[in-house]
């Protein structure tokens, strides 16, 4: 599973760290970006340590080609073009407000709404794991 958005710093670091929370050893997790910054969004670190889920040590990640080719589905993220596309994958395109340089109010929210999400997606491909 890969998670991509432009800068790997928020929406897809916090799609990742639910499912690896959630998922477990049924579920293999990547992240990366188009265009990664320099750091993970602070508030989007604090949202995900409020619900006990530590994202301190991550770090943004540009995608390649390998990480593409490894996933077997691909959510991306608010990149449109920039994100990669490869024959015989799954796709799908979350829209999910950028919680760049939001308060932390609109960050839980976002992170709320990713984690109904991977739950939903867990349930799909892997619902008995």
């Known amino acids: 599973m890969l998670f991509v958005c432009v800068h790997n710093a928020g929406r ?9 929370n959630l998922g477990g ?13 320099d750091a993970v ?6 949202a995900m340590a409020e619900v006990g889920i530590d994202m301190s040590a991550e770090v943004p990640k540009l995608w390649t080609d390998e990480t593409v080719r490894a996933a077997d589905v691909v959510i991306s993220m608010g ?17 999910l407000q950028d919680p760049a340089g939001q308060g932390i109010e609109t960050v839980r929210s976002v992170r709320d709404e990713i984690r109904d999400r ?12």
Do not use: H
């Open 79 to 95: 990149c449109g073009d920039a994100c990669p596309v490869y024959p015989g994958k799954r796709y799908e395109d979350w829209e």
């Open 12 to 20: 897809s670091q916090m799609a990742a760290a639910w499912l690896r």
């Open 118 to 129: 991977v739950v939903q997606l867990i349930d799909e491909i892997a619902p008995d794991a």
């Open 25 to 37: 050893d049924r579920v293999t997790v990547y992240s990366a970006g188009s265009a990664p910054t």
């Open 41 to 46: 969004n602070p508030a989007a670190v604090d």
